[in-house]
Every structure is written in C-alpha cells, then in structure tokens.
C-alpha cells in the first residue's frame, strides 16, 4: 500500500497521552478507535482520508480535518 507521508506530523492527545499520527493512513487507524465516531468532525476526517488513499485528495489538505477530529 503506497503511504502519503505529512510533512510534519499531526501529535494529538492530552496531558496523559500522546499521539503521533504521520499520514493519512496512521489517522485512519486511530479514527477506527476514536469513540466518537458519530459526530460531524469524525465523519469529515474519515472521508477526507480516505479520499487520500483514493487518490482523489492531497494528502496536506486531509491534515486539518484529522486535527479538528482529535479536539473535544
């Protein structure tokens, strides 16, 4: 599987964890255990990487979408 690597990692969590997201993919696999999977912000960054792995979005432009997801 071909990897769209950020150019500077996504590092999400709080003060008792930390997360280091590099690519579409790795938030694809952290959006799969995020609880929240109903809401609009979860939704939005599952499509956005998906469209990545598709080949139908820049990689650069899904990032914000992973980072708006990972804020409560």
Request: with cysteine; aromatic share 6%.
């Amino acid at each position: 599987m071909l990897v769209h690597r950020w150019e500077k990692p996504l590092v999400l969590g709080d003060s008792r964890i930390r997360i280091v997201v590099g690519s579409p993919e790795e938030a694809l696999t952290w959006l799969i255990h995020e609880p929240n999977q109903g809401t609009a912000k979860w939704q939005r960054a599952w499509k956005a990487c998906r469209a990545v792995v598709e080949g139908r979005m820049n990689a650069e432009d899904a990032k914000s979408a992973v980072r708006l997801a990972a804020v409560h």
